[in-house]
């Protein structure tokens, strides 16, 4: 099955180690740096999954089912490095990646010394598995958070995401919360801003609405929406509830278990109201694709596409964004 994700902890390869993460200390309870800039998301109904049939299907995509939602309140971003910094300084919280001490990071973003680059992962060979890689450092131990503060935080598990929820007082999003809020109002639409993937400018040049790969995957980025790998969290124009960018750009980490039956269940038990999501699967969900996704690839930039990763994983184009209630 064709993927940009990265790697699961189970296929790096080797010199990891089986370090557990470092529980989230009780140093103090979140403080003003905590405060997040969320918009309200109101209460309705939407036809959730896939209506173009254009989902991989071991994704699980189909059928469409019908989800209310209550109203609530979400990140307009991705977590940011400098709020993600923030929960590190407050807690001296250790993520999964660096306590297993190496993280997966794109091939042509490597900035490591040889002797950190470990090897490639079965089956994705673009995915480097770099010692040194971690929150901080997100290409490598020669780059730094401190270069990028408003992008979004990456290489981050989805264990590591619960842990920031915990000490900033906000939960991950349901995979049923994200989409809808995702869609910013437009019903059954492939992207937060219609159907169709590019714009046309008044000049007649191709306008980008997401930071998605342009090129020939793996090898050759041209980089014509501006960026090889993350964006700030603000580069382009926010959907319909101004939440930004959910499509492209990273991965997000979502609180439900990843089962690609389950929207078979949910279809046969008509409006479902603020679903869970099942109570077993084979990783969590992620949602909104990455800077490596392209069509002729891993098209899984559109809202109705998933995908899922074990717990513990970590990678360059994986964050979150939280929730709280209305």
Same mark, same amino acid.
């Given at each position: 099955m064709p993927s940009?994700?990265?790697p699961g902890r189970g296929q790096a390869v080797p010199e990891t180690h089986g370090v557990l993460p470092a529980p989230v200390p009780a140093a103090r309870a979140a403080g003003p740096e905590s405060v997040h800039d969320d918009v309200l998301v109101p209460a309705?109904?939407?036809?959730?999954?896939?209506?173009?049939?254009?989902?991989?299907?071991?994704d699980g995509e189909t059928p469409v089912h019908q989800v209310s939602?209550?109203?609530?309140?979400?990140d307009a971003t991705t977590v940011t490095n400098a709020r993600f910094a923030a929960f590190i300084n407050a807690t001296g919280y250790r993520t999964d990646s660096e306590a297993y001490g190496t993280s997966a990071v794109f091939h042509l973003a490597v900035?490591?010394?040889q002797r950190d680059i470990l090897g490639t992962a079965a089956g994705t060979p673009w995915w480097l598995n770099i010692r040194g890689a971690d929150w901080a450092h997100p290409a490598g131990p020669k780059s730094t958070w401190h270069d990028i503060p408003d992008h979004p935080v990456v290489q981050v598990s989805h264990t590591d995401a619960?842990?920031?929820? /915990?000490? &900033?007082?906000?939960?991950?999003? +349901?995979?049923?919360?994200?989409?809808?809020?995702?869609r910013g109002g437009l019903p059954q639409a492939r992207y937060p801003w219609g159907n169709e993937l590019h714009g046309l400018a008044a000049d007649g040049t191709r306008v980008h609405h997401c930071n998605i790969?342009?090129?020939a995957f793996p090898t050759e980025n041209t980089g014509d929406d501006g960026f090889l790998t993350t964006a700030p969290?603000?580069?382009f124009a926010p959907n319909g509830y101004g939440l930004f960018q959910t499509s492209g750009n990273v991965w997000e980490w979502c609180a439900d278990w990843f089962l690609p039956k389950y929207y078979k269940t949910c279809h046969g038990q008509g409006t479902l109201t603020d679903p869970p999501g099942p109570t077993i699967g084979r990783g969590r969900v992620m949602r909104g694709g990455s800077y490596l996704c392209h069509d002729s690839y891993c098209n899984r930039y559109r809202l109705a596409a998933r995908s899922h990763n074990s717990?513990?994983? /970590?990678? &360059?184009?994986?964050?979150?964004? +939280?929730t709280t209630t209305a």
């Open positions: 940009c994700c990265s309705g109904t939407f036809a959730m999954g896939d209506p173009f049939d254009e989902g991989y299907p071991a939602i209550s109203a609530f309140r979400i900035q490591a010394d619960l842990a920031y929820c /915990a000490w &900033a007082g906000r939960s991950l999003p +349901t995979e049923a919360q994200w989409e809808y809020a995702a790969w342009q090129g969290v603000r580069s717990p513990e994983s /970590a990678s &360059a184009n994986c964050g979150f964004r +939280t």
